[in-house]
Structure formats: structure tokens, C-alpha cells
């Protein structure tokens, strides 16, 4: 190799190669023969029959895993222990919806009673007790503190008319205050309880008070 010429040579080859300057050679039709033991079989391994296979690094990624008895046993807990407890809101929830229910209903029933009340002038007023409009009535006198005759409603808040208590779903009552809280004024107190057939401890019931003017 001259001097000032740097170059690399590759020795374990047949042919030595320069890898500064290589040279572009033809290809070789010759082929390359490998004995059959020259290189070890998948069996034994590549490195020997320590190292593992290909075919056994293959299996070890293949191994189906799975849940644990136990595993199994504290998910199936965790679910019951939440399925109880949005078991037990149900009833909770219901009974929320009926109240809301009655509730609105009865303001209807008590803003329909103040309607026909007020639907007249002066102190003689027609409250409506049923369908009928003409025969289903009752008189109330907005000066006077007389009872007034209960009034039964159905389930959508109609008037029943002349009808039983246990037949019917609400039941209104209306008290009539005179000159309260001045003169010329009357305080009506309306109170709607359902169910009308329960026991009166056992009904829901719901005030409503409103002033109209007896002039």
C-alpha cells in the first residue's frame, strides 16, 4: 500500500475488499454450497440447546390467561353490593313521583275552586260540583263562615257531583273567612287530601289559601 494512500482492508474473505475505494466487481454467477451441519437445527436451537427456539419463544406468547376464582368472586361482590343499592332507591323514587303526582293535581283541583269562586261578583257565589253545570252546584256566601260542603274529584280532577267519599280520589274542602285580613275582603282557604278512602291520618293533604274581593 503506497504512502499517503489510506485505505481499509477487509481480511476474511475470499477477496479482499477496500471499503475507501471500493471496486465495482460483476456479480458472480457462483453459487455458495453450506454443509447440512454447518449451521445448528431449529431443534437444538441457533445457539445451542440452551438458548430458546423460536418455536418455543412463540408458544410462551401464546399461553391463553384468564380470570382467577377469586378474581371472579370479588367483581361478582362488587356488583351485588351496587345492584342493591340502585335496588333500593326504586321504592324511594316511586313514592317521590306519586307525591309530585297528588301535589300537582291538587293545586289544579284548588285553582279550578278558585275559579268558580271568583267567576261571580258580590258576596253569592256558585261553586261547581260536577258535570253538570247547572244542577251540580253549591251556593258560598264569601260573608259568611258557614261550612261548606265537602267536594269530590276523580283521578284526572274532575268533579265527581253527589257521589260517596270512597268513590272518589280527592277530596276538597273550602273555608270562607270574612273580612280577613279587611274589610271587603274574604280569605279562602281551600285543603285537597287523598286518598278520600284511606283513613284521614293516612292522606296526603294539601292547603291552598287565596283573597277575594266580596265587593
Known amino acids: 500500500m503506497k504512502a499517503g494512500n489510506r485505505a481499509l482492508i477487509c481480511f476474511g474473505l475470499n477477496n479482499p475488499v477496500n471499503l475507501v475505494n471500493p471496486v465495482r466487481t460483476q456479480p458472480s454467477s ?12 431449529a431443534s437444538t436451537g441457533l445457539f445451542g ?23 371472579i368472586v370479588l367483581a361478582l361482590g362488587i356488583i ?18 306519586l307525591e309530585s303526582q ?12 278558585f275559579t268558580d269562586l271568583s267567576s261571580l261578583s ?3 257565589r256558585f261553586l261547581i260540583t260536577g258535570t ?7 251556593t258560598v ?3 259568611s263562615s258557614d261550612p261548606i260542603p265537602p267536594v269530590y274529584f276523580d283521578a284526572e280532577g274532575y268533579a265527581m257531583g253527589n257521589i260517596a267519599a270512597v268513590d272518589a280520589t280527592y277530596g276538597a274542602t273550602v273555608l270562607i273567612t270574612p273580612n280577613n285580613p279587611i274589610s271587603g275582603l274574604a280569605q279562602v282557604q281551600t ?12 292522606r296526603s293533604s294539601y292547603t291552598f289559601v287565596t283573597l277575594m274581593n266580596t265587593q
Open 122 to 124: 258580590g258576596t253569592n
Open 102 to 113: 297528588r301535589e300537582t293535581r291538587a293545586a289544579h283541583i284548588a285553582q279550578q275552586i
Open 191 to 202: 285543603t285537597v287530601s287523598t286518598p278520600t278512602a284511606a283513613a284521614e291520618t293516612n
Open 49 to 71: 440447546s440452551d438458548v430458546p427456539t423460536i418455536h418455543s419463544l412463540y408458544s410462551l406468547h401464546s399461553v391463553r390467561t384468564a380470570f382467577s376464582l377469586i378474581e
Open 30 to 41: 457462483t453459487s455458495i454450497s453450506i454443509p447440512n451441519n454447518s449451521i445448528p437445527l
Open 132 to 138: 253538570n253545570f247547572s244542577t251540580d252546584r253549591i
Open 80 to 97: 351485588s353490593f351496587a345492584l342493591v343499592g340502585i335496588i333500593g332507591l326504586f321504592p324511594v323514587a316511586m313514592k317521590s313521583a
Open 141 to 143: 256566601n264569601l260573608s
